[in-house]
């Protein structure tokens, strides 16, 4: 079967977008299922996108700034993006949330990473809220996007044990454990989602045997 089409969402340093670039290598596209045809951020000067161009791929730019409205950045993302003609989006670390006009368009195919275990610690900080809180477990979920923030059917989790060092002063160690998970969990979601297909009944993610 062809591989998949996937167009990566990046805002920082892209270890996730590496992790798929490199299991698509060290596999091949067609047995991993998917290939990366493009790669798209919310800003310029960031890592991810210096790794999407390392490995040739065609990039594109598109800041909120640039826009006149939210709406519009909303329209010209899923116009950029669509351009690439994808099967799946994923955001691996886009740290903007789309509106409404890139939901129609990928609903449904538009897979995001967060770090914590949803529903607990939804929003840009989910690291930093599971230390506050006082959580002994937190990790990662892998899961659609709707039009909540970090609310779409959830996919794959991975859990990180917290430990006593972890402190919130050491915000970062954590997110550095809980992105080990995370990436070799994107990995396995993404592949396994454009191997087998997938149904999306309510809440639940079913893959097609
Ligand atoms: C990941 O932990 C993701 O869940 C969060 O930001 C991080 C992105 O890391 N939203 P990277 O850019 O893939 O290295």
Redesign the pocket.
């Known amino acids: 079967m062809a591989a998949k089409r996937l167009v990566v969402l990046?805002?920082?340093?892209?270890?996730?977008?590496?992790?798929l670039l490199d299991a698509i290598e060290a596999d091949g596209a067609e047995a991993y299922g998917a290939e990366i045809v493009a790669v798209g951020a919310d800003r310029e000067g960031i890592?991810?996108l210096e790794r999407a161009r390392a490995a040739g791929l065609p990039t594109f730019v598109c800041r909120v700034r640039d826009h006149a409205t939210r709406a519009d950045w909303d329209a010209a993302l899923a116009e950029a993006t669509a351009v690439h003609e994808p099967d799946l989006v994923v955001s691996?670390?886009?740290?903007k949330i789309v509106g409404k006009e890139f939901l129609a368009r990928f609903g449904g195919r538009f897979v995001?990473?967060?770090?914590a275990l949803l529903p607990s610690f939804p929003g840009?900080h989910?690291?930093r809220d599971a230390l506050a809180y006082g959580a002994r477990v937190t990790g990662?979920t892998v899961h659609f996007v709707d039009d909540g923030v970090d609310t779409g059917p959830i996919i794959a989790q991975g859990v990180v044990e917290v430990v006593e060092e972890d402190t919130e002063e050491g915000e970062a160690a954590l997110?550095e454990r809980?992105?080990e998970v995370?990436?070799a969990l994107l990995v396995e979601v993404v592949g396994r989602l454009a191997r087998n297909g997938y149904r999306i009944e309510g809440r639940k993610v079913r893959l097609l045997p």
Do not use: D, W, Y
């Open positions: 990046v805002s920082g340093s892209g270890t996730n977008l590496q992790a890592v991810g691996a670390g886009f740290m995001n990473t967060h770090p840009a989910g690291v990662c997110h809980i992105k995370e990436r």
